[in-house]
């Protein structure tokens, strides 16, 4: 079955730096374009970056160009977050999600800039 599982959220200072990373399995991953989204309390979700299936293509929320990469390696199916220079407002539950028909989700990860 399709499985997402992100790691490397945590706890860190505004200006810091995180490295998010999204293990998947139980589909063609090379197959299909991937993307990072985040829930922050009272907010809606919003899509953070996407990346295309071959990773030749990339987009980014105005809110995080500049400042995040996504990055994917179709060899280990894992696709990655590189947050720089985070903001308070950075604060979210950060998800990866498959473009596959019916869409998945893995569990989410906790990011929270705080000084």
């Known amino acids: 079955q399709v499985q997402l599982v992100e790691s490397g959220g945590g706890l860190v200072q505004p200006g810091g730096s995180l490295r998010l990373s999204c293990a998947a399995s139980?589909?063609?991953?090379?197959?299909?374009?991937m993307s990072w989204y985040r829930k922050a309390p009272g907010k809606e979700r919003e899509l953070v970056a996407g990346i295309s299936s071959t990773g030749g293509s990339t987009r980014y929320a105005d809110s995080v160009k500049g400042r995040f990469t996504i990055s994917r390696d179709n060899l280990k199916n894992m696709l990655y977050l590189q947050m720089n220079s985070l903001k308070l407002e950075d604060t979210a539950v950060y998800y990866c999600?498959?473009?596959?028909?019916?869409?998945?989700w893995g569990q989410g990860t906790q990011v929270t800039v705080s000084s």
């Open positions: 139980g589909f063609t991953f090379s197959s299909y374009a």
């Open positions: 999600a498959s473009h596959l028909p019916g869409g998945y």
